[in-house]
């Protein structure tokens, strides 16, 4: 039997609001020890104390993770202002979980994942591992953009170890649109530059969709001629921050910090010169002009010289048919597979709120009513990258919300 219950809180107080959320979430999952809890708050609380005052009520022994986030999403809450907070506690008889976590993300990103893997117990009945990583490096300034941790790297040395073919969702935490350092929960500490792992095995399936929300700016392939690490200087021999500035028409841009709202690049793994097809597509968000005014930051480093690419605007209208579509569609899925949804997690670029896209209505409403009308608890977060298996494996995502549901066989 599972049990899954969910709490939230909106307080100043990081010690209060762990016992508000804890508590509401074991009352209503009807739960006295969970097999694990999973906890995300806002950059704006005290994450050191959120994490004693959920500590205070389950003891020290339940798991916990999760860590920094822009903002939270339950059922009968969305919030990213103030300081607010949701978990989820689990208990389940059949479902289990196996957590381990690496630090020296900002060093090797690739050894840190290599050395986590090592530390989960993998079994046949291996269904998903949940990932979380810390994204901000160096914290963004006022003289250049941040310095991000990568996910690619991450991945490969994830995959190294583990077999090919398991999904792998999760997220670049996130806690704060200043992009400033985050915490995370690594199962029994708190911790910076941390990958956390969490393989979820036994009798539960996994199943996930991911909503897209970017179209090309106008078809145009550049190719990347000089590009270092993460920092893109040449599209087909031009400098690339003039280039902009004649895309956009001005210079204003450059004067965008962390991210360029309205510009990101992308690399089309469908037909070249079809029909755009939203799930063809990898985005990658721009974080800025470098201090010197001669490139462009990448929120990753897997651009190659070479590659070719196309400028992405984001389209409102697809991101909310994308969830429009996508979650009602994934429940039908899981109930014509004679499976019961148990737990929904939606991970959702911090970018994708309505303050943030310029729009009346929040994509993740959509969310809240489908999840709530087929009677799947709920928790979500604002995240600074999402991961999640696309086009035949498992990548960082940007601008997109993804969403995993847990099932289990009626």
């Known amino acids: ?18 016992q508000q959320v804890v508590r509401a979430a074991l009352d209503s999952g009807g739960i006295s020890t969970p097999d694990l809890l999973l906890a995300f708050c806002s950059g704006n609380t005290d994450l050191h104390r959120f994490y004693d005052g959920l ?6 022994t339940v798991p916990i993770i999760g860590g920094s986030s822009i903002g939270v999403i339950t059922w009968d809450d969305l919030s990213y202002h103030g300081c607010p907070a949701a978990a989820a506690a689990i208990e389940s008889s059949s479902i289990r979980f196996s957590i381990a976590s690496a630090d020296g993300v900002d060093i090797d990103e690739a050894s840190a994942a290599a050395r986590m893997a090592d530390g989960l117990q993998s079994t046949d009945l291996d269904k998903a591992l949940l ?7 160096v914290p963004a300034g006022q003289s250049g953009p941040p310095v991000l941790n990568s996910s690619a790297p991450l991945l490969e040395g994830i995959v190294k170890k583990l077999p090919c073919h398991l999904p792998i969702i999760g997220a670049g935490l996130l806690g704060d649109y200043m992009f400033r350092h985050t915490w995370q929960y690594c199962g029994n500490k708190v911790g910076t530059q941390q990958v956390v792992g969490c393989m979820v095995s036994g009798n539960v399936s996994a199943y996930h969709a991911i909503m897209h929300g970017c179209i090309p700016l106008d078809g145009v392939y550049r190719r990347i001629t000089r590009i270092q690490d993460d920092v893109i200087y040449e599209l087909d021999g031009r400098p690339v921050v003039p280039l902009l500035d004649e895309l956009f028409g001005n210079r204003e841009w ?14 089309n793994h469908g037909e070249r010169y079809g029909a755009p097809i939203e799930s063809s597509y990898v985005n990658r968000l721009i974080t800025g002009v470098i201090p010197d005014g001669t ?4 929120f990753e480093t897997d651009l190659e010289a070479g590659q070719e690419i196309q400028f992405m605007v984001r389209d409102n209208r697809m991101m909310l048919k994308s969830v429009a579509d996508n979650a009602p569609d994934i429940i039908e899925r899981i109930r014509s597979e004679g499976k019961k949804p148990l737990f929904a997690l939606y991970i959702s670029c911090g970018g994708r709120t309505a303050e943030q896209s310029l729009t009346d209505e929040e994509e993740a409403a959509e ?21 999640a298996p696309m086009l035949g494996r498992s990548r960082g995502l ?3 919300g993804v969403l995993l549901i847990l099932a289990e066989d009626r």
Do not use: C, H
């Not at 990932?131 to 490096?137: A, E, G, I, P």
């Not at 490139?295 to 990448?298: R, Y």
């Not at 604002?382 to 991961?387: H, K, L, N, P, T």
């Open 295 to 298: 490139g462009i930051g990448m």
């Open 398 to 400: 940007d601008w997109t």
């Open 55 to 60: 500590r205070s009520l389950v003891g020290d």
């Open 367 to 387: 969310i809240q009513r489908v999840m709530k009308d087929a009677n799947v608890p709920l928790l979500g977060f604002y995240s600074g990258v999402e991961i």
């Open 1 to 18: 039997m599972t049990r899954i219950g969910i709490g939230y809180g909106n307080q100043a107080d990081g010690f209060a609001l762990g």
């Open 131 to 137: 990932l979380f990583y810390d994204s901000v490096r």
């Open 254 to 267: 450059q004067n965008e910090r962390p991210i360029i709202s309205n510009l990101t690049i992308g690399i």
